[in-house]
């Protein structure tokens, strides 16, 4: 038996932002507490967000404390002031930090402390058996697609690791995929949170389980990006590819329930350690990963993987008979074309940060769906390439 998951409602479109209010009126709501991060307070975009769905039957009030990569302390935060209001939902409106923060606390605030103990690696989910408040996510940025995912990501106070949290209930009821919400996005994150996005679709690709139907969302998702992410590149305010971005990060993140692989191994600890932006890192590494992936495949040799490789190696050089061995190049130029620069030493990693790095990205969960097992010693390889 093989279980497929597939999204939460969504509510696509410009404006699709005014339809949530009767949708969270028809079952009831009253008060729902709006959980973003401080940027979307300044830019305004929150309290316009607020005023929309507000009306007189619907109070909502507006918790900020999310980090970019969200700690322990904004979850706790969080289910207190939630626990401490009239508050019968929850609201995400942000990207993923934003959306991981309001999952967490989505089932923190029905389930006692400590959060270690919730950790997914560690049977955790199974302790998340409480009814859970609706939540209700709208995306910002198109890169995560957290809006349609089961999980959550927060580093913890005790031991300074990104720890997942899974559960089927963490998907939110009702996510809007409303492009006039990411507009305003800055080109650096346009770029990172797309890259973000294309590297779920081609990490859950290659994971080699059968899974035709997210095989199918992942192929779409790439064709939609390598198309869309450089017209908003170039053009901001276009709806229609802003809209298509959208899509297919909720698309990559579907399609990631098969699982990731190595590339999200890496960039994990980049994050930690250095505070690179998570979508930026994946960019500054796919290259690498699948220039590792495809001299495996072709040494192996792997027919299976290196099909897929020649799929993919086609759709970003839109054609039918690329050369493979052209994919990483190929793949570097759209990633400079964005105004991505991929290497590791301009965002401050040295030779000497690689040991630990190598061994931050082995103890990663993401590479045990990778098509091949991933040693220490090649993750220190890759990142040395990465340089
Ligand atoms: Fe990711």
Redesign the pocket.
């Known amino acids: 038996m093989i279980q497929y998951n597939f999204p939460t409602v969504l509510f696509y479109g410009a404006d699709s932002l005014i339809a949530l209010t009767p949708a969270i009126q028809k079952i009831g709501l009253e008060g729902l507490l709006l959980v973003t991060d401080p940027g979307l307070v300044k830019t305004g975009l929150a309290d316009s967000v607020r005023n929309t769905l507000t009306s007189s039957d619907l109070n909502i009030d507006v918790f900020d404390g999310v980090h970019p990569n969200p700690i322990e302390k904004d979850v706790t935060n969080g289910v207190e002031v939630y626990l401490s209001g009239k508050y019968d939902g929850i609201i995400a409106l942000g990207g993923?930090s934003a959306m991981d923060v309001a999952k967490t606390i989505r089932f923190m605030a029905v389930h006692d402390p400590p959060l270690a103990q919730y950790d997914d690696t560690m049977g955790g989910d199974a302790k998340i058996i409480n009814p859970m408040p609706p939540l209700y996510a709208i995306p910002t940025t198109a890169?995560?697609g957290s809006e349609v995912g089961r999980s959550s990501v927060i580093t913890l106070k005790e031991t300074g690791r990104k720890t997942i949290f899974f559960h089927p209930g963490l998907m939110p009821d009702i996510a809007v995929l409303d492009p006039k919400l990411t507009v305003g996005l800055p080109p650096k994150i346009t770029a990172a949170t797309g890259m973000?996005a294309f590297?779920?679709c081609v990490e859950a690709y290659l994971v080699d389980s059968f899974h035709p139907m997210a095989d199918s969302l992942a192929v779409e998702g790439m064709k939609m990006i390598l198309e869309s992410l450089p017209v908003v590149m170039d053009e901001p305010g276009n709806l229609e590819a802003r809209g298509q971005m959208l899509l297919a990060a909720a698309m990559g993140a579907t399609a990631f329930q098969k699982g990731?692989g190595m590339i999200?191994s890496m960039?994990h600890p980049l994050s930690a350690e250095f505070n690179i932006h998570?979508?930026l890192a994946?960019a500054l590494l796919i290259k690498f990963g699948m220039e590792f992936t495809l001299a495996n495949a072709l040494e192996k040799p792997n027919q299976v993987l290196l099909e897929k490789l020649k799929l993919i190696c086609n759709i970003i050089s839109k054609s039918t008979t690329e050369d493979v061995s052209l994919l990483p190049e190929n793949l570097s130029n759209f990633i400079k074309n964005l105004g991505i620069s991929p290497e590791l030493k301009q965002h401050g990693i040295l030779p000497s940060h690689i040991p630990d790095l190598a061994q931050l990205a082995f103890e990663d969960s993401c590479h045990a769906t990778h098509p091949f097992p991933v040693t220490l010693e090649d993750f220190h390889a890759v990142y040395t390439r990465a340089l």
């Open positions: 993923g890169g995560t973000d590297t779920h990731l999200h960039a998570h979508g994946n």
